[in-house]
């Protein structure tokens, strides 16, 4: 079925004296895949929630094929063919998938009886091409399985349009190719298909027409790809000044530059062994050292071992083997002492593992101040402001301290997190995808600070899915295969190089 047109009309939408979106208008037509791109903040989730039904807005319309879209509310939209895939999964990891699509679905049908609820949604599943069993819990999936799952989801109530926000945030590199070829399908089947996307590359990979937003206004309307370049994007998302020497996206581009030379050992690890984690492989003898004004690079499959050894390093699982930070012995040490030594993590999750999402924003931000004060008397009107001028520094979008942190966008959230993590005291930051869902401005700004550590005699290990990120940014790269070290590469190496040896191949 041909989707419809959608048409927004003059959209605002206010938080208190704050507009997200301001008379936000804009047109897709179905049978193409529209990329909605902008710098963190710029209102693209509020784009996407308004336009789903999530959101009412204060002001404007959504129409499809000139009939007006329930506002504000998710469930008659779906009923009117508009779905989402969120940036964060929304399936209830405690649930079999057959469960989820069912509580999902508008299909308002009863089942009698677990074996007939299982059958319905098994044949939808495979109809769909999800290729899993449904009787399989949520939480046993891998990310790409997940993701999978929530197009599903999406699809088995016959959306008609559909709305992807960031969904190469979440799953490896190496699977983006495979989305960006259902994403394509989806529109060649007549769909109306809207991506919000952050990498210029990946805009240009599947999109057929560009919509930026800046600030919540639109700057560039529904442009063909194929009347636009990267360089010209890049101008609208970020400004003219800005975008010098960013388009084609590199990773040290914006004068990334590494000047520290690598001095005494200061990470030792020995022998780390570990449990095995939820969809991610136990530690086996995994040994090496990191050296001041180093940045290492770990590359490997997701779930070959990169979170256990994340975990390991900053105390959060026991390990087996030894550890030790600058010549003292850390295996024992708990995760507090080890964060007083200097020990910083970028989370893997940043929604989830980063921040409280109900709390404030600013206690989540000051919250590793408390922690590291051993005694006195803590001043709450010096740690706000503390917090407003880190926030500032970081380029942080929002609206007040005290709004919760989980009201800002993805990408301010890492950028709060990394205004927490990233500080004077910093030695050894373990960094787990610090770049995922940042615009290009803001990944250079991390990078750049993550070098800085490193230069400044500190060092970093850089838990990336991004190859190039690795190459461009790493003093070497370790690789992790089944939870085992089973290479040292030279950042010189090729792409098919770190990739043989990531999934055990033989070299060409």
């Not at 790409?144 to 945030?169: C, H, K, Y």
């Not at 993590?421 to 610090?434: C, F, H, R, S, Y």
Request: some cysteine; charged content about 20%.
């Amino acid at each position: 079925m041909t989707g419809p047109r959608l048409d927004i009309s003059q959209v605002t939408m206010r938080f208190g004296d704050f507009a997200a979106l301001d008379d936000v208008s804009v047109s897709f037509e179905p049978g193409s895949v529209h990329a909605v791109v902008g710098q963190n903040g710029a209102g693209k989730t509020t784009f996407a929630r308004v336009v789903c039904g999530l959101y009412e807005p204060t002001d404007g319309a959504v129409y499809l094929n000139d009939k007006p879209l329930a506002a504000g509310d998710v469930i008659a939209a779906r009923k009117q063919g508009v779905d989402m895939v969120h940036q964060h999964f929304t399936s209830p990891p405690s649930m079999t998938i057959a469960e989820c699509l069912a509580m999902f679905s508008t299909d308002s049908r009863a089942f009698h009886g677990r074996r007939a609820l299982e059958a319905h949604w098994q044949k939808a599943a495979d109809s769909l091409g999800l290729g899993l069993d449904v009787k399989r819990r949520v939480r046993d999936l891998s990310v790409p399985q997940r993701q999978s799952l929530e197009i599903t989801r999406a699809l088995s109530g016959n959306a008609r349009v559909m709305i992807f926000d960031e969904p190469t945030a979440s799953i490896p590199a190496a699977d983006v190719p495979a989305l960006f070829e259902r994403i394509r399908s989806l529109a060649a089947s007549g769909m109306t298909v809207v991506v919000v996307l952050h990498k210029l590359s990946e805009v240009f990979a599947v999109a057929d027409t560009v919509t930026v937003l800046e600030r919540g206004r639109v700057t560039m309307a529904q442009t063909p790809v194929a009347d636009l370049t990267p360089d010209i994007v890049a101008r609208h998302i970020i400004g003219e000044n800005a975008a010098a020497g960013e388009a084609a996206e590199t990773v040290d581009g914006g004068g990334v530059t590494f000047t520290g030379r690598a001095g005494s050992t200061l990470l030792q690890a020995n022998a780390l062994k570990t449990k095995s984690l939820p969809n991610d492989a136990a530690l086996e003898d995994v040994s090496f050292e990191i050296r001041q004004g180093e940045i290492v690079g770990i590359a490997g499959v997701e779930g070959n071992g990169q979170r256990s050894l994340v975990e390991a390093i900053v105390g959060l699982i026991p390990s087996q083997g030894s550890l030790s930070l600058a010549g003292e012995d850390i295996t024992g040490t708990p995760v507090l002492e080890r964060r007083r030594k200097g020990v910083r993590a970028i989370p893997f999750e940043r929604n989830l593992e980063g921040v409280s999402s109900t709390s404030s924003l600013w206690p989540n931000v000051a919250i590793s101040e408390v922690m590291m004060q051993r005694s006195g008397i803590i001043s709450r009107r010096k740690l706000r402001a503390r917090v407003t001028e880190l926030l500032t520094k970081w380029n942080v979008s929002y609206r007040s301290i005290d709004q919760p942190a989980g009201q800002l966008s993805g990408g301010n959230v890492q950028r709060a997190i990394l205004s927490r993590e990233l500080d004077t005291k910093a030695v050894l930051v373990l960094a787990a995808q610090p770049t995922r869902g940042l615009d290009i401005g803001a990944i250079n700004f991390v990078q750049r600070s993550l070098t800085e550590i490193a230069n400044r005699g500190g060092a970093v290990i850089l838990v990336s899915s991004d190859l190039d990120e690795l190459r461009a940014l790493s003093t070497r790269i370790l690789v992790l295969r089944g939870g085992k070290l089973v290479a040292e590469l030279p950042p010189t190496a090729s792409l098919i190089d770190i990739g043989t040896e990531m999934v055990g191949g033989v070299h060409a």
